[in-house]
């Protein structure tokens, strides 16, 4: 083979492992153009999904004064926002709905009896254990014989999230009626049906629709009110009021925020006081 042969095939070799390192960087350029670009749209997704839940506070925050309902702004679904080239979607969820696990140590230190019951009652209607509710007041170091509170060592004294109590065998079937967020009254206004079935004895499936339908329309302004729904008996009312209320004090609420198909969803619970609002919870979803 002549030089001038050796050559063309020399320039051939050298233009194709060229070729294949243009394709190499193009290829790795794409790469870190799309790392970024997903970075970039993950981060605004995020803060997206951080305003939706001061949207949300502030919901809370111009919420008049009295009782809490689904009447009120905080309650009401809304559209997805469009905010520049992303979307915000959140919604206000009440904690006080629902049956706080953490009250059934009592502020005197001792197990709430009223509250045991209410929470046996919704175990009942899912067919979940009574050894579930033993092990719930083990965990939370309540002895159930003598109805008193023991020490560290025995049980966790509370459950610090709603991740926490999720994870605790046997309440699947029910844990979205319940929590660990709570003034420790649960609110007619916004309790579901199963929780309403569970505050008394006497409420059936029939009763419990029945008071959703009426505050529907009229929300009780307080728990005597409940008298006034057909089929409600003195008898249950005076079970509703030793643990029921109309007000609520936390809420949870749930944004998240979309850009170009990348998603973040940030929760917070927000506790209403007096004095304003505060977080007590935040998770990033990182």
């Known amino acids: 083979m002549n030089q001038d042969g050796i050559a063309l095939i020399f320039s051939l070799v050298v ?3 060229l070729s294949i390192l243009v394709i190499e960087f193009s290829f790795l350029s794409r790469v870190d153009a799309n790392i970024v670009g ?3 749209n993950e981060r605004r997704a995020y803060y997206l999904a951080k305003g939706g839940v001061s949207f949300g506070t502030y919901l809370l925050k111009r919420d008049k004064p009295g009782i809490d309902c689904y009447l009120d702004d905080w309650a009401k679904a809304i559209p997805p926002l469009p905010v520049g080239e992303g979307v915000i979607t959140f919604e206000v969820s009440d904690e006080d709905g629902k049956i706080d696990i953490n009250s059934l140590i009592g502020k005197n230190g001792k197990l709430n009896v009223e509250l045991s019951k209410v929470i046996e009652r919704l175990f009942g209607l899912y067919d979940i254990d009574s050894e579930v509710l033993s092990s719930l007041l083990d965990y939370l170091g309540v002895d159930s014989g003598e109805a008193s509170v023991e020490s560290d060592e025995q049980g966790n004294g509370h459950f610090d999230t709603k991740g926490e109590l999720a994870g605790f065998p046997g309440i699947d079937a029910c844990e979205d ?6 003034s420790g009254k649960i609110n007619i206004n916004t309790a579901g049906a199963s929780v309403l079935e569970s505050l008394s004895a006497g409420i059936d499936e029939g009763v419990a629709e029945a008071i959703i339908d009426y ?6 302004r307080n728990v005597a009110q409940l008298v006034a729904v057909p089929g409600v008996t ?3 009312l005076n079970d509703v009021k030793k643990v029921a209320a109309v007000k609520s004090s936390f809420f949870t609420v749930k944004s998240t925020g979309s850009v170009n198909e990348l998603h973040r969803t940030v929760v917070a619970v927000i506790e209403r006081t007096k004095k304003g609002l505060n977080i007590v919870y935040f998770n990033s979803g990182t």
């Open 234 to 236: 003195p008898r249950m």
């Open 177 to 182: 009626f319940l929590t660990v967020y709570s």
């Open 38 to 40: 997903n970075w970039e």
């Open 15 to 17: 233009v194709a492992l």
């Open 215 to 220: 505050r529907t329309k009229t929300p009780f």
